[in-house]
């Protein structure tokens, strides 16, 4: 059954939301962490803010760079791909008409049916056939490094502030347990949003994500507290 267009819609509106959310878990994780372990060593709020901040930088621009060389390793695969392609039809239009047809044939038409659908299509738009229909290229998928950098650094700047907020307000006496418990709260509901929107079960992925959030807080609070007492 072809997917409708409003599925498709869908499917790229999850794909966005998926990277958001796991964008935004890394900020909250990491950035909590880093905060907890701080604060266990017992520092000034000022300390903790300006230790939460760095990596907020840090973690974002690491994120956004990433991101950014591997969508641009994409996007010149599939440049060289277009490229290929491009000259596989100046040098032998026949047997890529061919070729397309019997990617038509595959997708249930008949044969002569398909030759002329692949026909009327190489005299309209040759390369944009072959891209979309040989290569699978398609408009929501091309590989944008600029959007994906920015998106990735955006998402993990939310999550990494949200521990930051904590701290601004949070008494200071008590900034190890609250960052810790309303990050790991943040971190389940971000782990029921992300299994909502990809429709598999909530409860799973809220105590997996939050799980790990747990671990990585206990560990840093326990060598900031070891740090705290030794240096
Ligand atoms: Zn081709």
């Not at 956004?64 to 695969?77: I, K, L, R």
């Not at 190489?122 to 040989?134: F, I, K, N, S």
């Amino acid at each position: 059954m072809g997917r409708t267009h409003k599925e498709s819609h869908r499917a790229e509106r999850i794909g966005w939301l998926r990277a958001a959310v796991l964008g935004a878990n890394d900020g909250i994780v990491s950035t909590s962490s880093l905060v907890v372990g701080v604060a266990a060593a017992s520092a000034l709020r000022s300390e903790v803010l300006i230790a939460g901040v760095a990596g907020l930088v840090a973690g974002a621009m690491s994120m956004a760079a990433g991101e950014y060389v591997s969508v641009s390793s994409q996007a010149d695969t599939e440049k060289a791909d277009l490229e290929r392609e491009r000259t596989e039809l100046a040098t032998d239009a026949e047997f890529e008409l061919q070729e397309l047809a019997s990617i038509y044939v595959e997708r249930g038409l008949d044969p002569a049916l398909a030759k002329e659908v692949a026909a009327q299509l190489m005299v309209h738009d040759a390369l944009g056939a072959h891209a979309r229909d040989e290569l699978g290229f398609s408009e929501s998928t091309v590989a944008r490094p600029v959007q994906a950098a920015l998106a990735s650094a955006a998402s993990f700047t939310a999550g990494a502030a949200l521990p930051l907020v904590v701290v601004l307000l949070a008494p200071e006496s008590s900034l190890v347990i609250a960052v810790s418990v309303i990050s790991l709260i943040f971190l389940a509901v971000l782990g029921v949003l992300a299994a909502r929107a990809g429709g598999a079960p909530a409860l799973r992925a809220a105590v997996r994500v939050t799980f790990w959030g747990a671990l990585a807080m206990a560990l840093t609070a326990g060598i900031g507290a070891l740090f705290g007492t030794v240096v």
